[in-house]
Each structure stands twice: as C-alpha cells, then as structure tokens.
C-alpha cells in the first residue's frame, strides 16, 4: 500500500531536548516537504527536499533541520525544542513538485513544555 | 509572495443542504491548485484537483470545483452535503514560483444531521 508513515504520532518532550520526528515513504517520490499545521493558520511548510542530498527551506524553517540521505526518509530534527514548536506536524511527498499530488502522512501532534 | 484566502472559516450546514466554500489566490501566472479534507484526527486527503484544460473539475464524494482564472478563485461545492462531510477542508496553491504548495487556513465544515 502507498503510504507515507511519520513517528511517532503523539510525543510530548521538554524545552532543549533534542528530539527526531521520521518521515518514511514507500512510493519512490522525490519530492518531500515538513508542513506545521497551527489552527487558523493552515499549513505552512518547513523544509522540503527535490530529492536525495537536496533540501531547502520553506516558510518557517527557524528551529529545524532535516536530511535526506536516502530517497525515501527525510527525518525533522528540533536541536533545542521551544514552546512555540508545539504544533501537529505533517510530512508529504509527491513524485516531483509540478503537476503531481502531494501524499500527507498522518501526523505527529508535538507538545513541548 | 502567493497566498490563498478562504473567507468561510466556519460553516454549519443541515443534512442535504448545498455547499460552496470559496478560495481565492494571488498569483496571476500558472497554477496547480487543489482540495484537500482533513477529517477529524486524521491525515490531509486529496479530494480534487486542476491542472489545466477544463476548468470544472469533479472529485471525489461528489464534490467539483470550478476554476475561474480572471477571479483567481477555486470554489468547492456539493449539491447536497451528509454528516459524514464534516471536516476541515483546506484550499492549496501551487504557482511556478515556489517549491511548494501554499495553503489557506481552512474552512471548518459542521454539517447536523
């Protein structure tokens, strides 16, 4: 089945402690991206990466970081989480950018305290 | 820089009645653009989406949108929503000057049986 799936779901974590939220797809797309979803803001992306090796910032990149060593994960790190990270966070991937669908994980609800 | 508006951010709705949601957009150029629906504690799934040639596109679940380049706008509409239409539905841009789709803020749905 085509899925993208992101652990851990739920995860509640204090201020400065590092923590890795993964990003896995099984579809061979090249295009991934980290949303953060805040209500009445909608979605806003974070990183994305066009493919292996190739990521760039998005909107709201301050705090983050990501990687993608392989074509298939692309992990978010928060080095140093902050209160105002607490968010539900999104990872999707498409096969390229233009004219395809972008395939949404289902989440992981972040609370930082 | 793009942004997409969605002027309905709450709608309640009785069983059967006719739904339109409306989302406009700010860039003039090319344009990919797209429903998505986020039912409650779940992932963002696609419903629709315009690429190009005709510009009344039909989804999934009975829903259709119309594209109208010289309003800039991609309404929603169902001619006759049910309960289980209740969720979030999320309008998104994706224009050939970004890396990434630009979301609206949502439209609430709460459709009472």
């Known amino acids: 089945e085509a899925q993208v799936t992101q652990n851990p779901r739920y995860l509640i974590t204090v201020t400065g402690k590092k923590l890795t939220v993964t990003c896995s797809q099984n579809?061979?797309?090249?295009?991934m991206s980290w949303y953060r979803q805040d209500p009445g803001l909608g979605l806003r992306q974070i990183y994305y990466?066009?493919?292996?090796?190739?990521?760039d910032k998005g909107d709201v990149p301050e705090g983050y970081k990501v990687s993608r060593k392989e074509k298939r994960n692309f992990p978010l790190i928060l080095e140093s989480p902050s209160p105002n990270q607490t968010s539900l966070y999104f990872c999707?991937?498409?096969?390229?950018?233009?004219?395809?669908?972008?395939?949404f994980g289902a989440g992981t609800r972040l609370s930082v305290l | 820089a793009q942004s997409v508006s969605q002027h309905n951010h709450h709608v309640i709705l009785s069983e059967a009645a006719s739904l339109e949601l409306g989302c406009n957009y700010s860039?003039?150029?090319?344009?990919?653009l797209f429903w998505y629906v986020q039912y409650p504690g779940q992932h963002l799934q696609l419903l629709l989406k315009?690429?190009?040639?005709?510009?009344l596109v039909k989804g999934i679940k009975g829903f259709e949108a119309e594209f109208i380049k010289s309003k800039f706008s991609f309404n929603l509409r169902k001619p006759s929503v049910q309960w289980s239409d209740t969720a979030e539905y999320f309008c998104?841009?994706?224009?050939?000057?970004?890396?990434?789709?630009?979301f609206g803020s949502g439209t609430r749905l709460q459709v009472q049986p």
């Open positions: 999707a991937s498409s096969q390229t950018l233009d004219r395809n669908v972008q395939y």
């Open positions: 860039y003039g150029g090319t344009v990919n």
């Open positions: 579809m061979n797309h090249e295009y």
């Open positions: 990466s066009m493919n292996v090796e190739v990521t």
């Open positions: 998104a841009v994706k224009d050939t000057g970004r890396r990434a789709l630009t």
């Open positions: 315009y690429f190009s040639g005709d510009p």
